[in-house]
């Protein structure tokens, strides 16, 4: 990555830290004006309420958003030095989604006598996930865009257990939900005495290394010749990244972004070497996350509601890194970016005879067996069970609809965007249209399905939109594509967390829709889909031929006589209408609209209309074996079925990502 015109990064830490001293001087102002600063920092009067409250909760909270923030900026910054990948961090890498599921895991399972190990089981979760993430990329060299995706699978795959969990343990679904988006209330000194010797420790121990770093930073074969014990040092150095990782979202939960976007901010400043850039990123992240916890302190309360500080990073954090993406140069890989250079992994036609009978075979499977708990049962065909069936058939087919509006959506996407790694998802798409429905339907109370329905298309488009301005610049290069779609895809995740920590007793409700279910799905609704998906699925064959030739790029599409930005707009449409379409009757899922396209390419289907046909076919399948499996897997109670196609997903790429040279 070479970075741009480098700017003093003095001038950065500055203002950041001008800024948490005027907040640190509007905080202390009452106490100021009556000359009680020492006395509510150190004896505060046990009769006055107003300095009980700033000493025990206020001043403890200042001191925590400078700990964390320093925290997970050194941290970011060791992780970066030590794969030299600017765009690593220990939340983009898995390290925050496996403590984050570990201690879900922990402290709604463990029993209280296991309380001293919740530390050591979080920095467990946090290594096994970088560990899946570095074993993943370590094949490519660990190149950013491979590093990025891995974390992105790992992420997903660790969020959809968490919320797997969660959704079984309402009792403390709010509580636990709050802490995972990143709040930093505190009640005492007891989380800033845990959290400051462990960051202290950290910081000690990763300065004691930076020479060490440094010739980490000039490569594995150079380091080497120089005496360096790479492995070695790459363990220790991420192991103490971690660690303090999960110290930090041990007692504050997940804060993203400060970890990512505080060290890249100061190596595009200019500095390089590792010592500068580790006590830079402990100072600037520090002051960053203390001032950006003071403008959320100044919402918390409306209406009675606070609003997590975790959350509101990614609304600073994931711009940046957009930002970051237009000044930087990031230099494609070895690998191709033709879209039709992937090796063949099996034949086509046993691939669509295969799923024609899985089809079939499928849907009468899901129909008339079930689970019981104790085998399988085999439901007789009656009037009595008439009921029972019509309620299977429902889910049944809303799942596969879902499944071939997504497969549509993908294989628009990636065709047009001529981008294998694109989706509704990643792109963005499904994001968006979910944040629109949930503040339609949370925050101003529309109901309708067909409002909610045009909402959450707008929605759609308005992201996609938004996306395609952000790469024109790179003639929407898959990189660019990808990253900014995930930046985009952060800012839209952290606002729908936002908006559920403010949705009270329907945070639930929103949780399992969010989660993907067909639980509340009718027929109706299902034939209503059905004919959208089906009618854009005509007219996508019908435009076959115009698809092919945007798959060629630009250039050629034009010198051939396509008018390449109406029709990528027009596909872009249709592509965020079936991922509308689908988020609302299911919910967002997640890599189905991924997967099945590039399934379905590396099966064979080159052609623009049977690379259509074969995505409809297996994300069909892969939804129907999805919402079988989420109703009978852990019967009489049921999982999300968008959860259980994005275990599928990941685990198809992760098996994908390890076998692949």
Known sequence: MTITQPRSPAILTGVLGLLALTCLVIDFGPFLQRGLASQVMFTPDETDFDQILFHYSTLPRLAMAFLCGAGLALAGAAVQTVLRNPLASPTTLGVGAGVEFALTLFVLLAPASLAMFQEAFALAGGLIALGAVYLIAANRGNATLWLILAGMIVNLLLQSGSQIVLLFNEQYLQSIFMWGAGDLAQNGWESTQFVLPRVALGMLAILALSRPLDLLALGDDTAGSLGAKVTLLRLVILGLAVFITASVISAAGMI???????????????????????????????????????????????????LPTGAATALFGAPFIIFMLRKARIMPGSQSEDQHSDQQITSKTVLSVCLAITLVIGVAFSIFVSLDGTGFVLLAWNEGNLDIMTGRAERTFAAMICGAALAVSGTLIQRVGRNPLASPEITGVSSATALAMIIALAIFGFGQRAELMVIGALGGIISLIVLLLLCRKFTHAPHYMLLNGLALTAVLGAIVRIVLTRSGTQTSMLMSWLAGTTYFTSMDEVLIVAAVTGVLLIVAIALRRPLELASLGPEQSVSLGLGISGFQFAMMLLAAILAASATLLVGPLSFVGLMAPHL??????????????????????????????????????????????????????????????
């Open 256 to 306: 993203g972004f400060v970890g990512l976007a505080i060290p890249a901010a100061l190596r595009i400043a200019g500095l390089s070497r590792s010592r500068d850039l580790m006590i830079y990123s402990v100072f600037t992240g520090g002051f960053a996350l203390l001032v950006i916890d003071f403008v959320v302190r100044q919402f918390n309360g409306l209406g009675g509601d606070t």
């Open 600 to 661: 379905a390419r590396v099966a064979g289907y080159r052609l623009a209309g049977g690379h259509l046909l074969g995505a409809v076919l297996i994300g069909v399948n892969v939804m129907m074996v999805a919402e079988w499996l989420a109703r009978n897997m852990i019967y009489p109670a049921q999982l999300p079925t968008g959860l259980i196609a994005a275990l599928i997903g990941t685990s198809y790429f992760l098996i994908l990502a390890v076998r692949k040279r």
